[in-house]
Every structure is written in structure tokens, then in C-alpha cells.
């Protein structure tokens, strides 16, 4: 067993369920980031959660990441373009878990 960041993604200030041309490039953006952060190895599980579409402040999506640090973890974040628009808010909590759970890059994680 060991420690690893979960990151709990909420609808953040900027969220709105308006499909835009800006809101599909930065699903876009949020999705090359998680991919990205599968290839380096940092990125074990991530997944949407369901959800209420009425829900200004619903939980919407979670990471578990393999770093260091909370700061490292908040540096992988500060990339999320849905983190950098105020799409999504994330809070970080420690989560003990089995060691060496991994996430190679590659399956479902395309939009």
C-alpha cells in the first residue's frame, strides 16, 4: 500500500453547460492534459463522475495521481486548461491505496 493524491474536479465559477466552440476546445485542452500526464506516469485513474446536470457545484471528475508532493500535483493541475478557465476547481486529498497501479496512456481517455 501507499499514498497518493486524489483529486476531487467540481464545477468551478466558469462552469455552464453550454456547448461552445471555447468550452469544446478546453475539453479539448483538459483531455490532452490527462493524456499527457498518463504518458510521464503521473496519471493512474481519472473518470467523470455522474453529475447533476442542474448542479452549478456538482462534483464532476476525479484524478489519482502519482507525485511526490501536493505541489507537484498542483503544478501537473496548473496545466488542466479546464483548471486554468475556472471550468473546474480541484481539491486535492491524500488517498492510501496499492502500490504500483498505473495507467499507460492509452485506452479511453479520448474525447
Known amino acids: 500500500m501507499r499514498t497518493y493524491t486524489l483529486v476531487l474536479l467540481k464545477r468551478g ?8 466552440l471555447a468550452t ?3 475539453f479539448e485542452g483538459h483531455m490532452a492534459n490527462i493524456r ?3 504518458k510521464a506516469g503521473k496519471l493512474v485513474l481519472a473518470g467523470p463522475l455522474d453529475a447533476p446536470a442542474g448542479d452549478p457545484a456538482a462534483y464532476a471528475g476525479l484524478f489519482v495521481l502519482d507525485v511526490a508532493s501536493e ?3 498542483r ?3 496548473a496545466n488542466d486548461p479546464a483548471v486554468q478557465s475556472g471550468r473546474l476547481v ?3 486529498r ?3 491505496g496499492p502500490a504500483g497501479i498505473t495507467y499507460d496512456g492509452a485506452g479511453s481517455f479520448t474525447p
Open 94 to 96: 491524500s488517498w492510501y
Open 36 to 38: 499527457a500526464m498518463g
Open 71 to 73: 505541489a507537484e500535483a
Open 24 to 26: 469544446k476546445q478546453i
Open 13 to 20: 465559477p466558469a462552469w455552464s453547460p453550454d456547448e461552445t
Open 75 to 77: 503544478g501537473l493541475l
Open 90 to 92: 480541484p481539491e486535492l
